[in-house]
């Protein structure tokens, strides 16, 4: 099973700019899809973004036109350009496959740690 680790989160001011890297354990370039979700607090879990081998990607309504997700099947990492952020942007971020990891043997989906991304001034 991959295993997946991000990093880059931090605090940040309204407008400011932060880049997400996602480094997995394993090969992802047989892995069609991966994607960033964020997770703020009483709220679900959200996909904001989706990279597809072939480098299509899509994103949410909220975050189109400022994240940029982009993979390097060659360094098996994931990354997220978030700018003009703002404090709804507030959450922690994870990659995942889409649809998630599932653990082996279990009906679970394997998350990370995640990276707490904070929008506040």
């Known amino acids: 099973q991959v295993q997946l680790v991000e990093s880059g989160g931090g605090l940040v001011q309204p407008g400011g700019s932060l880049r997400l890297s996602c480094a997995a354990s394993?090969?992802?370039?047989?892995?069609?899809?991966m994607g960033w979700y964020r997770q703020a607090p009483g709220k679900q879990r959200e996909l904001v973004a989706v990279?597809?081998?072939?480098?299509?990607?899509r994103y949410t309504d909220s975050v189109k036109g400022r994240f940029t997700i982009s993979r390097d099947n060659a360094k098996n990492a994931v990354y997220l350009q978030m700018n003009s952020l703002k404090p709804e942007d507030t959450a922690v971020y994870y990659c995942?496959?889409?649809?998630?990891?599932?653990?082996?043997?279990?009906?679970?989906?394997?998350w990370g740690q995640g990276t707490q991304v904070t929008v506040s001034s």
């Open positions: 995942n496959s889409d649809p998630p990891i599932e653990v082996p043997g279990t009906w679970d989906e394997y």
């Open positions: 394993g090969s992802i370039s047989s892995i069609n899809a």
């Open positions: 990279i597809r081998s072939g480098g299509i990607t």
